[in-house]
């Protein structure tokens, strides 16, 4: 019954119009379910990204409010963020929206992913975990302020991101995120067959592993803190909130 009304408003409506009150009532719905604390948050409902939602929050503080806490000093000048995972483009959005002089970058493998570059967002197709394409992408020479790794979350592939990026293109002073720590937990093709269920993750080399092993976290962050620990290193604090980790560079 609700399939065939849901058929019938788009017919009496058309497609355009049913699309775009759906969206309207999904944004209003979600002010209602999950309050707001922050702008950041405000202007994520807006772009439909999932960073404010119960899978991205822990006691009331979901990603985007747990951000705005490190972003706001960033907010009115010429940041530059990059964003490691594209999907749909929302989260993109989002930063464009909130860093208003700001310019977004953002890469994934996936090639359809490139329809979503507009103004101040620009976006390149590749692997996390190319050696080559992070060198590369955007220009050799451009750095970034903030970087944010919401791509395959494969520990692997999340840490050869780390040690491209967080050395060689993050400002002094500017700030990598690893999200989604859950899945550093679970052996992500054997239980959950990622190849198959999660968008662009087929354009992945099929022969390598996608489970994880969680003591590869553990030993990438033990060592972290062991140099904080010695005063050595170029990382000036590393902050841990539920499911995401915040480094921030000297």
Known sequence: MQTRLKTIAKRVMGESLYHQLGAAYRRIHSVFRYGVKSR?????????????????????WSYLDIYEKYFERF???????LEIGVRDGASLRTWKAYFRKGNVYGIDIDPR?????????????????????????????????????????????????????????LNSGGIYIIEDLGCSYEKL?????VLE?????????PGQTFDNDRKDMDDFFLEKIRKLDHRTGNVLSIHFWAMTCIIIKI
Not at 40 to 54: N, P, V
Not at 114 to 135: M, N, P, T, V, Y
Not at 197 to 205: C, E, H, L
């Open 40 to 60: 950041l948050k405000l202007i994520g409902i807006a772009h439909l990204t999932d960073k404010f939602d119960e899978h991205h929050s822990f006691a009331g």
């Open 75 to 81: 907010r009115n000048q010429k940041v530059s963020i």
């Open 113 to 169: 992913c490139k329809a979503f570059e507009e103004k101040r967002i620009h976006i390149e197709i590749g692997s996390q975990d190319d050696g080559d394409f992070l060198a590369n992408c955007f220009g050799a020479d451009k750095r970034f302020d903030i970087i944010i790794d919401d791509g395959s979350h494969v520990n692997r592939m999340t840490l050869a991101s780390f040690e491209h990026l967080f050395d060689r293109r």
């Open 189 to 193: 093709q054997t239980d959950h067959h």
């Open 197 to 205: 269920v999660w968008p662009g993750m087929k354009y992945n080399d």
